[in-house]
């Protein structure tokens, strides 16, 4: 069974340019959630998902960040026009029904804008 | 500003030795989880414990909730090197399994 599956694990972009971050979550899983770690800090969160809506996103900037959870497929978490700042390792964590508590987190993607 | 808060944010010790972390936090709580995150990986849930229960053990793991002092802490007993990693605290706030993480602290185990 395998565990959340993130892609790419490392990512490169220069100024201005978008990334797009991909997460399957486990087997079953249907809440998705995503979470941005700042070198040697904890995670910070993001956004919370179900299939096809958006639970939670004020951890979310409101401009150039976008995430959604279609039908089928993965999750994705867009970053528009991409600046310095935005250079973070980007976790996906994943759960079944709700109430079980315990997160399933992937191996995250690590974002280098340069 | 952070709902958890961990301290000390870094801990050296020697193999045998038992490691102990706290962490604090703001609000109520549904329940408060520990996890672990090796260098570069993602995070490894290693304990949970709801807001009505007072201590919890898995293995060499302790881990104790004071919800009127709002604190918990970690107890790793006889540590090993494979130990060394950051160890998060998280919280969450009601029935769902949103949580909030604190800023971790940065385990070292010297063999």
């Known amino acids: 069974n395998a565990g959340v599956m993130q892609n790419p694990r490392h990512l490169v972009r220069r100024r201005g340019q978008e990334a797009r971050l991909r997460c399957s979550p486990m087997?079953?899983?249907?809440?998705v959630y995503w979470y941005r770690q700042l070198p040697e800090e904890g995670l910070k969160f993001m956004v919370y998902?179900?299939?096809?809506?958006?639970?939670?996103e004020s951890g979310m900037p409101k401009e150039r960040f976008s995430a959604e959870f279609p039908k089928e497929g993965p999750s994705i978490l867009r970053i528009q026009q991409v600046v310095r700042g935005d250079s973070a390792a980007y976790f996906c964590a994943s759960s079944g029904q709700l109430n079980t508590g315990e997160l399933f987190f992937g191996e995250g993607s690590r974002l280098t804008v340069l | 500003s952070q709902q958890g808060e961990e301290d000390p944010q870094a801990l050296s010790i020697q193999e045998g030795e038992n490691a102990t972390m706290n962490c604090s936090y703001k609000?109520?709580?549904?329940?408060l989880q520990w996890y672990r995150q090796n260098s570069g990986r993602g995070l490894v849930h290693l304990i949970l414990i709801r807001s009505n229960e007072r201590e919890k053990h898995s293995g060499r793991l302790r881990v104790t909730l004071d919800t009127s002092k709002k604190s918990s802490s970690l107890l790793i007993t006889a540590s090993r090197a494979a130990d060394t990693a950051s160890y998060f605290c998280?919280?969450?706030?009601?029935?769902?399994?949103?949580?909030?993480f604190g800023g971790g602290t940065r385990l070292m185990v010297k063999p």
């Open positions: 998280a919280t969450a706030l009601n029935a769902g399994n949103m949580l909030t």
């Open positions: 087997k079953g899983h249907s809440h």
């Open positions: 609000t109520s709580i549904n329940n």
């Open positions: 998902l179900q299939k096809e809506n958006i639970i939670d």
